[in-house]
């Protein structure tokens, strides 16, 4: 008969052990489902319609919180959870897409805010774009020649503002006044009037041509020198 008869002492012990048992697997199971949430990015199982008890490579598990019933579905996927929600919980579609929506709402603001992190990560800082007082008279000069604009062109109001926005000037003193245009002009007139002599001087015969016009009651004239530039054999037109 002692081989039928279990002594106290074992059944304590074995209810011990029964005890801590289970203990370590619910400890496994909150730990797994703590994990399982953190690494599953997915507004159907964040936890307020499915809360995710065991994740693997490939599969999904996840407790219902209207029912606790376990449904199991595959990474990517959530068609079972949602026909579960359908069949089961019909009354609570509803709220899914009330879910859905502000998951999605969280995710484009939050994407937004990256993008635009990045994008002022890489923007240049305005010290880098700013370019010197004779780079601006430069670039004004030859605007006011290259359209036949006047000369007092370079002090209106819009069109500083224009080079001020293109240029990232922020003082005046950078900006070139009449005066400025007027000593640019003479300076510009004498070089290329120097070139010009240079070339014809260089050469034994030139051809010249003249043509006369007038426009708002202004009368003009021009006049053009071609030349045959000889060890080249280039033929130069100014």
């Known amino acids: ?33 703590e994990n399982s949430i953190k690494s599953t990015n997915c507004y159907i199982l964040d936890g307020q319609l499915f809360s995710v008890i065991k994740d693997d490579d490939k599969n999904i598990s996840a407790q219902c919180q209207m029912c606790t019933k376990v449904i199991q ?21 509803s709220k899914v897409k009330i879910i859905k929506d502000s998951y999605k709402l969280k995710k484009s603001t939050n994407d937004s805010t990256l993008s635009l992190v990045n994008t002022q990560s890489k923007l240049p800082f305005a010290q880098s774009n700013r370019i010197s007082k004779s780079k601006v008279t430069t670039l004004v000069f030859e605007y006011i020649v290259e359209e036949m604009r006047p000369m ?41 009037n120097c ?25 003009y004239l021009g006049m053009t020198c071609h030349f045959i530039k000889i060890l080249m054999i280039d033929h130069l037109m100014f």
Request: glycine share 4%.
């Open 195 to 219: 070139l010009l002599t240079k070339l014809i001087s260089e050469h034994n015969y030139i051809c010249t041509t003249a043509d006369i016009w007038s426009c708002n009651n202004k009368s």
């Open 73 to 93: 579905g595959q990474k990517g996927s959530t068609g079972n959870f949602l026909s579960h929600i359908k069949y089961r919980h019909p009354a609570n579609l």
């Open 1 to 33: 008969m002692d081989k039928f008869v279990i002594s106290k002492s074992d059944s304590s012990t074995n209810k011990k052990q029964k005890l801590q048992t289970q203990s370590d697997d619910i400890d496994e199971l909150e730990t797994s489902n």
């Open 152 to 192: 007092v062109t370079c002090e209106k109001p819009s069109f500083r503002r224009l080079i001020k926005g293109l240029s990232g000037i922020t003082e005046n003193v950078h900006f070139p006044d009449r005066q400025v245009m007027l000593k640019e002009l003479k300076l510009k007139y004498f070089s290329y």
